[in-house]
């Protein structure tokens, strides 16, 4: 059976740092430095070597993310989606991003452009 694209917004591969933090109390603590696969308004893949990862599993993600002190880092709640394998015992991590934390955009959609 196929399975169905539910994307509602165009990918593009966009390898950019990111920073992933659990915003759950009931997940360890960890925060992981890493590099996008691909994004689009509402959404992020990621790799990852982690294993913590699950479906439906709530993170703070930081996209794009320079430093801890840049005020252009926007941070987003969202959501694990899918997890696929990679080779090399890595991990792809897609996230729908559900809401900017930033006081200036209450959407995911205005961070960065697709185009």
Do not use: W
């Not at 394998?85 to 200036?104: D, G, R």
Request: hydrophobic share 30%.
């Amino acid at each position: 059976m196929e399975q169905k694209d539910r994307r509602r917004t165009r990918r593009a591969k966009i390898n950019h740092p990111l920073r992933v933090r659990p915003s759950e109390p009931r997940d360890d603590h960890f925060e992981e430095i890493t590099t996008s696969i691909n994004a689009s308004r509402d959404g992020v893949l990621f790799s990852t070597r982690r294993p913590d990862y699950y479906p439906g599993m709530r993170l703070f993600i930081t996209f794009p993310y320079t430093s801890p002190d840049d005020p252009m880092n926007c941070e987003y709640v969202g959501e694990v989606v899918r997890i696929e394998k990679l080779p090399n015992n890595k991990l792809a991590v897609a996230v729908h991003l559900k809401l900017s934390m930033n006081y200036s955009s209450s959407t995911p959609s205005t961070a960065f452009s697709t185009t």
